[in-house]
C-alpha cells in the first residue's frame, strides 16, 4: 500500500517519505523537481511494484512537512537518503530524479555507490557555472528572473517568489498550465489537463504549503557547487531529455552526458520537460532495473 511517513533524523530533523510498490527488496529512489513533493511519484506506484521495486520518494528540506536544512547543498541530500534506506532495509536501489531532482539523483547514486546500481536524469539540469554551459540558455523568461534572483541571495530569491509564484501555493488543475507560463511548449500544455493537472496541482500545494523554503534552497543550491565530483562516477547514468524542454533545455542533457563518464543520452525527438517524464516512465524504470542487472 503506498502511503506518506514522517522518518526521523539523528539531528532532529524529520522527512516527508512516501513509501509503496514492493513489500520488500530492492528500491526505486526517486526526486522531485523544483518546486514540488514526494507525492508526485504516486502514480509511479505500479511500475515499481511490476518491477519487484520498492518506491521511495523523499521530499527535500523545506517542502511539504520536510524540515528546512539551511544552507544545503544538492549533496546534503545523500544522508537523508541513507537514514531511510537503513530505517527501511534496504540492500540496494536504483535512483532517478526529475528537473531539479536530477542533481540530487547523481549525488545520491556517486556517494551511495556501494548500494546504488544505477542513474537516470530525467530532464536535470546541469551545472551552474559550468564554464562549457550556459545554463539559462534557451529557458523561459520566468528561469532568467528566479535565477538571477538567487544569484543574489535568499531575500532576492524570497522576494523574486513571492511576486511572482505565488499562484502556485494555491493553483488548480484548469489554472497550472497558465501557471507555468512561458515555460511550458504546447506538448507539455496538452498534457497538464484533465485528472493529471488536478494531481500536479495538488501536489504542488502540498508542496508549498508551508512557504517557498524548499524552493528557496532548491534554488540557492543549484547556484553553488554541488558537493561532489561528477566527473568520478562509478555508477551506470541514463541521461532522459527531451529537445522542446523549456525549462530545462537539451543543452543541460547534452552537456550531462558528454560529461559524465559513461553515461548513456536517452534522446526524447518531440517531447518537453513534462511529456517526458510521463510517456516514457515505464521504459525509464525498466531500463534501470537492466542497467543494475548489468553492474552487480
Known sequence: MIEMRAYP????RQSDVLVGGALAGPALVLHHGTPSDASLWSSWDDVA??????????????????????????ADIVSDVRDVLDTLDVPWFVTAGWSGGGPHALATAHLLGDRCRAVATLAGVGPFGAPDLDFLAGMGPENHGEFGAATRGEAD???????????????TGPEIADAFGDLVPPIDRDMLVGGFADEMATEMRRALAHGFDGWIDDDLAFTRPWGFDLGAMCVPVTVWQGDLDLMVPAAHGRWLAAHI?????????????????????DEIVTDLVASAKLHR
Not at 563518464?261 to 516512465?281: D, E, N, Q
Open 9 to 12: 533524523h539523528p539531528d532532529g
Open 157 to 171: 530569491v524570497r522576494a523574486w517568489l513571492g511576486e511572482h509564484a505565488a499562484t502556485f501555493r494555491s493553483v
Open 261 to 281: 563518464p559513461g553515461a548513456i543520452a536517452k534522446p526524447a525527438p518531440g517531447h518537453g520537460h513534462i511529456s517526458l517524464v510521463t510517456t516514457y516512465r
Open 49 to 74: 511494484r511490476e518491477n519487484g521495486l520498492r518506491l521511495i520518494a523523499l521530499s527535500r528540506p523545506g517542502y511539504a512537512t520536510s524540515t528546512r536544512r539551511v544552507g544545503r547543498s544538492v
